[in-house]
């Protein structure tokens, strides 16, 4: 199994900026894709970016490119989110997630970001 914890999270005015960590334990190589989610009340979980280790890929929903960046630390089993330039519409519980084979199989327990 993998345990995923995410930190961060907080209160920011609108085009501030916060950087999310998630620390990954247990079974985990690196080598599987990350992702970082939303979720707002009475919305559905969103992606907002992801990353593909095998190809060195990351990808970005439109909402947020040019101003979240997704980066790893392997050294640490870390994943950051980068977020500048916060919008309201960023308020939202954020997950990360680890995918195994076809589905994001295991998730963390989320950290609150909201921005006034």
């Known amino acids: 199994d993998v345990q995923l914890v995410e930190s961060g999270g907080g209160s920011v005015r609108t085009g501030g900026s916060l950087r999310l960590s998630c620390a990954a334990s247990?079974?985990?190589?690196?080598?599987?894709?990350m992702a970082w989610f939303r979720q707002s009340p009475g919305e559905e979980r969103e992606g907002v970016a992801a990353i593909d280790p095998a190809y060195n890929r990351t990808y970005y929903a439109d909402s947020v490119k040019g101003r979240f960046t997704i980066s790893p630390d392997n050294a640490k089993n870390t994943l950051y989110l980068q977020m500048n330039s916060l919008k309201t519409e960023g308020t939202a519980v954020y997950y990360c997630a680890t995918r195994i084979s076809d589905s994001y199989k295991y998730w963390g327990q989320g950290t609150q970001v909201t921005v006034s």
């Open positions: 247990g079974a985990t190589d690196g080598r599987h894709c």
